[in-house]
């Protein structure tokens, strides 16, 4: 089993997938993904940058005899605890680092069936603080003792804010209820949207959030409606952000697994931008608004889909006249206008399925879709197509990864079912180098920075996967890994990875492998046999992985390993065990400071979610 990854993101926010509510599945038909599952990153959504290939973090798997730790790792917290997110989000992660970093874990709650979620600061552990869980520690905080865990993936951060879902009133699987905010220097979490809050998102380093709330279907029509809400973040608990717009989600007689609905940030994370219909026959309409401040509100643009704000803020880049086509023929006008007018349009390249913006002014693009495959190029400069565009391929079906300025792309060109075949192309050479000509890869693939080497993974039998890493030069494919559970790229000097997976358990072996002179290790250095699957590596801040075991013996805990051999990191400030930072907070001299508003095992049975403070009871 393996997660597909999409090959296009477009701005800072999200692109809502919606199946966060049973009933509404049948309405807009979807699958088992909760609304927000696709978060719109600002960048091509491919790589294994922070890939899990199998999971179920949720489930206690008895493994046997207790495995025994690795060499280096240190117990953060013992028991049944499990890291909540997919990896990277699983601790603070803004770049480069502000404050202390800081990982999020469940375990069972005191009150019986719910579970407490627990953050705590790994920085300070790192620099040898002894940190205790137990309700009187600054540096171990509880942030809700009714955390939803029908998914702990939902749960994660976003740059050092972590957004988390608490107060279910859906059923076990699907959550309808209040989302939550909090950061480092906070001393307690704040509501960010109501009692029937979906999803929220945090921009990677401004202090704010967009969210998705309040689901209705119009009784007459059957139209599908949310609210969308947005604003600023503060210290204080005040409430949910504002509304920004009441949205048009989905319509009776819209097409399967179409939703021309986005929303999402500008670059600095001030202004909020959201396309949406007015009606279900309508185009789709673009607006922007400066965050907490409703004045600022107007339209951008008309007809336009899959829009984003270039990196240096100076331009809009859109589709205009979209045809969300059903039959793998999306088409559309790319055009480029001044941020933040909109106006004057021109059009770059018409006939445009989808497109990723590089550098200040250059796309890639996918141009000429026929039943989802088209032409691969690059537009060197978007103000002199003629003259800069330059061709990869043709019959191309989708794009995983690429560098940074767009001239290599990792991409497939046919697939059968979930596989694919596989090719490393770049403008600088004059024949793509084909990493698999059969489908058989798997839909994901990673190019470490400043190199022309791609990591991917291919079926080697009927029941086991491989991972291999490929540099463009010799185009000699050696494999490195077999059965990969996550992996997570380490800059240009290497992986962190699990591998040795089962097929059926959420476990694998964690390793680290170093490129040394463009070659990895045939096999990378061993971390921990049975690490559950969710794996958070916190290069760049330290040159370490916090992971945990979930075999249901002594050995149960989070760890933290510092014995990775990765150089150039850059450490929180204060990370060397002097000045704290983001933990000496008021929380500090206040009383049972880690109980940031969830109810502790010895207060009185009064206290309630009612009386809390904090998320959850």
């Not at 009714?146 to 059923?171: E, P, Q, S």
């Not at 793998?328 to 399925?353: C, H, M, R």
């Not at 929380?587 to 809390?612: H, I, L």
């Amino acid at each position: 089993m393996h997660r597909e990854r999409r090959p296009k993101k477009y701005g800072y926010g999200f692109v809502a997938g919606l199946c966060a509510l049973t009933a509404m599945a049948a309405l807009v038909g979807c699958g088992d993904s909760h609304l927000g599952a696709y978060y719109d990153g600002g960048r091509h959504d491919g790589g294994l940058d922070s890939v899990e290939v199998r999971r179920d973090t949720n489930t206690t798997v008895d493994a046997g005899p207790p495995p025994a730790v690795g060499p280096g790792s240190v117990l953060l917290v013992p028991g049944n605890a499990r890291l909540v997110g997919h990896g990277k989000d699983s601790c603070s992660n803004q770049s480069p680092a502000t404050s202390d970093r800081w990982c999020a874990f469940s375990r069972p709650s005191s009150f019986l069936g719910l579970s407490d979620l627990w953050v705590i600061n790994v920085t300070q552990a790192l620099a040898g603080k002894t940190i205790a869980c137990d309700g009187n520690d600054a540096n171990c905080l509880r942030l809700s003792s009714n955390v939803f865990d029908g998914d702990l993936t939902m749960h994660g951060f976003g740059g050092d804010t972590l957004i988390y879902y608490a107060d279910n009133l859906g059923d076990s699987m699907n959550f309808i209820g209040t989302v939550f905010a909090w950061r480092p220097e906070w001393v307690v979490p704040r509501a960010l949207t109501s009692q029937t809050g979906l999803t929220c998102q945090a921009h990677p380093t401004a202090q704010s959030v967009i969210c998705i709330e309040n689901p209705v279907t119009d009784a007459t029509t059957q139209n599908f409606m949310l609210d969308l809400t947005g604003g600023t973040l503060g210290p204080t608990n005040n409430g949910p952000v504002p509304k920004l717009d009441t949205v048009l989600y989905s319509a009776p007689n819209d097409p399967t697994n179409i939703t021309k609905f986005q929303a999402g940030f500008t670059p600095a994370g001030d202004v909020a931008l959201w396309s949406a219909r007015t009606t279900p026959t309508g185009p789709e309409i673009l607006n922007s608004q400066t965050l907490n401040d409703a004045s600022t509100r107007q339209v951008v643009a008309q007809d336009v889909a899959h829009w984003q704000v270039s990196n240096d803020s100076s331009s809009w880049y859109w589709l205009k006249s979209f045809n969300y086509s059903t039959t793998g023929a999306d088409s559309g006008t790319l055009q480029v206008a001044p941020y933040p007018a909109g106006t004057p349009a021109t059009v770059v390249l018409t006939g445009v399925g989808e497109y990723t913006a590089v550098g200040s002014k250059s796309v890639v693009v996918r141009a000429g879709l026929t039943q989802g495959a088209g032409t691969l190029k690059l537009i060197g400069d978007i103000t002199d197509v003629a003259g800069t565009s330059k061709t990869f391929d043709t019959g191309v079906l989708a794009t995983w990864d690429m560098s940074a300025d767009g001239t290599t792309v990792l991409y497939s060109k046919t697939n059968t079912g979930s596989l694919y075949d596989m090719y490393l192309g770049s403008v600088t050479k004059a024949m793509p180098c084909p990493l698999a000509t059969t489908a058989v890869a798997l839909g994901f693939g990673h190019l470490a920075p400043n190199t022309l080497t791609a990591a991917w993974v291919k079926a080697i039998n009927q029941n086991d996967t491989g991972a291999y890493y490929t540099t463009f030069d010799k185009c000699v494919s050696n494999q490195f890994g077999i059965n990969i559970v996550t992996f997570d790229a380490v800059g240009d000097q290497g992986y962190v990875y699990e591998d040795d997976g089962d097929a059926t358990l959420p476990i694998g072996t964690l390793r680290y492998n170093q490129i040394v002179n463009g070659v990895l290790s045939a096999t990378g250095a061993q971390v921990q046999t049975n690490a559950s699957a969710t794996v958070s590596l916190l290069w760049p801040a330290h040159s370490a992985v916090v992971y945990s075991i979930n075999a249901n013996n002594a050995t149960d805990g989070v760890y933290v390993n510092a014995m990775l051999p990765f150089t150039e990191t850059v450490p929180p400030p204060g990370a060397d065990g002097g000045t704290e930072t983001g933990t000496d907070s008021p929380a500090a001299d206040t009383a049972s400071p880690s109980d940031a508003g969830a109810a502790d095992a010895a207060e009185t049975a009064t206290d309630t979610a009612a009386s809390d403070t904090g998320s959850g009871g």
